[in-house]
Every structure is written in structure tokens, then in C-alpha cells.
């Protein structure tokens, strides 16, 4: 078994044809066919069956074909990785942080970068996800953090999924417990501006079940948001480990018959997503995600 009879194997499962597979791999069709024999010999299984069409994968094949699939993705991240050393990666990089240092690993994050690629400056800024999406958009960051899935414009990676919960001042559980959407909405809420994902996440939420919220207050930060709970003014969509913590420290109430999840992601613009310093930020990030 070696990379070229797996490359192979892989083009004809795609492919499902030997000659389109050739043609892809510019190679005869005869060499193809060889490639995927010694593969089938070496693992000692019958990987295709020939159609009428052309090439369809064996039950044993398409079983494997993931792992494979996985292999040369390895190996195209290693050649990538490879290629990034053969060069000093220099110049400033603006980044677009969310939420806070801890949750988005940015010290950690910050710390590699530095280490693997000294001659790289960064830039923050903080904001919410969403005015980070508009700064990459318009080019005024170059990558950033984001909570949800933006447009197709933007090349992403998702790096965790998480859940926010509903959380209610102390004493407030008789109001909230078993309560659904539509009966939560009739209570006061805490509000956020349209860039922020708690706006786009009970938005999209209410509007599904037809349903306009009782917004009481309008505010832009997590910690503003917790206080106006904790002073009793109301509802309030939070990180379900920021709820977990504040239900023990301060009583609040999480309401449990809701939730919410989302996923935090790293973005750039599709179009400059092969740019030396923002194909290395992806794969560290990538990597630190991993662990």
C-alpha cells in the first residue's frame, strides 16, 4: 500500500468511473486499474465491482473509503504545513475576538502564534460576533471569532459547539420552571443589539413560534446582562456554563424546559483564505482545538 494507490482508490470511489478517474489523476486508465489491484491485494479485499456504468464500491469499500479519505487530508495538511516552513511569515495580523479570553482559548491561541511565527504582529479587537463578521467583510480585520455560521463568503472552522441557557433573577423558579418559549416571551426580558447571537439565536427562536418578547432593557455586554438579572429586572440568555456558575454563586434561576445551541467559529473571507498568514492562523487553530 503506498499514497499513489490510495489517491487511487479514492478518485474511482469519487469518480465511480475508471476513465474520468485517469483523467483526474493524469494517468492511463490500464495504470489506474493496476493501482487499485495491488491495493485490493494488499489488504486482501475486493474494494469495487464493475457496472454497466462504470466502478461502484463493495460494501468492504465503502466502509474504508472514510479512513482513506482521512489519510489524505493528513497528508495534505502535512505538505501545507511543510510548505509554511519554507518561508518567514511576517506582517501584522488584525483578529476579531468575542466573549471572553478563557472560553475562546485566546492566550493559548496567542501564545503559538508568537512562538511558531515571532515575525507576526497582532492586532485585537473586541466586539460582538457580529460587528466581527462586518469588520472582516469590509477588510478592516483580517480573521476572527464568530458564533454561528456566517454567509458563503466566508471560508470557516468551527473550533466547539456550546449551549446558552435561559437564566431568571433568584426567586424567580415558580415563573420559569416548565415554562416553553411562548410563555417565556410574555416575561420581562434583557435585550441585545441585532450583532450580537443572543439577538440572532431568540430571534430566530420567537419568530418560529410567532411570538414577540417583552424586551424591558437593551444592553451590549455579558456583564451588564448578569447584573440586571441578579438586580431582578429580568430574563436573560446566557452560556450554560456562565448560568451553571452564577446559579451556584448568586441563586439565579435557569430556566429548564429551554435551550439553545451554537458553535464558535473562527473566519475569514473565502477568498483569502490560502493567504500565507491566515492559512498558518487556521491550522494552528486547528491544531490547539484538537488537544
Known sequence: ??????????TVAREGNLTRAA???HLTQPAVSLQIKALQASLDLQLF?????GMSLTDDGAKLLPFAERVMESVAELRQ?????????????????ILDPEFIRLGAFL?????????????????????????I??????????????GKEFHVQTLT?????????????????????????KL??????????HNRLLSKTFAQYKVTPNKVALVDQEPSMLDLVKSGVGLSLVRESVALGEAHAHGLVIADAVSLSTELSFITLAKRKSEPAIAAVFSLLQSLWRT
Request: hydrophobic share 35%; charged share 15%.
Open 1 to 10: 500500500m503506498d499514497l499513489t494507490q490510495l489517491r487511487a482508490f479514492v
Open 23 to 25: 483523467e483526474r489523476l
Open 49 to 53: 465491482t464493475r457496472t454497466p456504468s
Open 81 to 97: 504545513g511543510a510548505a509554511s516552513l519554507h518561508s518567514t511569515l511576517s506582517g501584522t495580523l488584525s483578529i476579531g475576538t
Open 111 to 135: 501564545k503559538r502564534l508568537v512562538e511558531t511565527y515571532p515575525q507576526i504582529s497582532t492586532r485585537l479587537q473586541h466586539g460582538m460576533s457580529g460587528w466581527v463578521m462586518q469588520q
Open 137 to 150: 467583510k469590509s477588510g478592516e480585520l483580517d480573521v476572527g471569532y464568530f458564533l454561528g455560521t456566517p
Open 161 to 185: 459547539s456550546f449551549t446558552y441557557n435561559v437564566v431568571a433573577p433568584q426567586g424567580w423558579k415558580n415563573r420559569v420552571a416548565g415554562r416553553d418559549w411562548p410563555a417565556l416571551a
Open 188 to 197: 420581562p426580558w434583557i435585550w441585545t443589539p441585532p450583532e450580537s447571537a
